[in-house]
Structure formats: structure tokens, C-alpha cells
């Protein structure tokens, strides 16, 4: 049965950091474009990163970037979000998304085929 699993959400003080991991089971993650995104209460979800299948292209939405970074272990078929200087505004829960392929497509979410159930990042004080 093919199921991704996300975990490493947490309530973190603004500026602080957190590592959220995407691991997939039933299935190798080597073809598969994987993506993050965010759903904040009340709001649609959001695109925040992809990753390519080979991990060559990584993509981020605009209010992310330099602040997060998207890597692979496809040995470890584990994704990982790297977040730093966390904002309150970066509170939400955080799915992974896979799809066969190779370029990675950062902001349709009907673009992947398979979902985690999703983990809880808080940035309070």
C-alpha cells in the first residue's frame, strides 16, 4: 500500500528552526517529483517547495525562499523541509504530495497523485 507519512511538526518560537520529513512506504521514491504544501486555517493550501525526482531542481514559493530548503534521501525514501527564521505567518499544517515524474510543479496541487495526512507547525510566542 503505498502512504506517505509526514512528521516533525511542533510549536516553535518565531526565528527558530524546524525539519519536517516526508518518508514513503510501498513504493520507491527514485521516479517521484514530491512536493510540500500548507494549508493555514481558513485559507487554501499552498505550494511551498518541490523537489525533481533526481533532486537536480528544487522550486519555492516566493515567501519562502532562503528561509526553507526541499532535499531527498532516496536511499532513506525520505523527503525533508528545512525551515529556518520561522514566522507566525508560517503556521499550518504541512502535507507531502508525490507524483510519478521529473520536473517538479510547485503550485497545483491536482498535479499530485498522492498525499500524507499532514503535520502541525506552530510559530508562536
Known amino acids: 500500500q503505498l502512504q506517505l507519512v509526514e512528521s516533525g511538526g511542533a510549536l516553535v518560537q518565531p526565528g527558530g528552526s524546524q525539519t519536517l520529513s516526508c518518508v514513503a512506504s510501498?513504493?520507491?521514491?527514485?521516479?517521484?517529483?514530491i512536493g510540500w504544501f500548507r494549508q493555514a486555517p481558513g485559507k487554501e493550501r499552498e505550494g511551498v517547495s518541490c523537489i525533481s525526482s533526481s533532486g537536480s531542481t528544487t522550486k519555492y514559493v516566493d515567501s519562502v525562499k532562503g528561509r526553507f530548503t526541499i532535499s531527498r534521501d532516496n536511499a532513506k525514501n525520505t523527503v525533508y523541509l528545512q525551515m529556518r527564521s520561522l514566522k507566525p505567518e508560517d503556521t499550518a499544517v504541512y502535507y507531502c504530495?508525490?507524483?510519478?515524474?521529473?520536473?517538479?510543479?510547485?503550485?497545483?496541487?491536482?498535479?499530485?497523485?498522492?498525499w500524507g495526512q499532514g503535520t502541525q507547525v506552530t510559530v508562536s510566542s
Open positions: 510501498g513504493f520507491s521514491l527514485d521516479y517521484y517529483v
Open positions: 504530495a508525490a507524483v510519478v515524474g521529473s520536473e517538479c510543479v510547485l503550485a497545483v496541487t491536482t498535479f499530485y497523485a498522492h
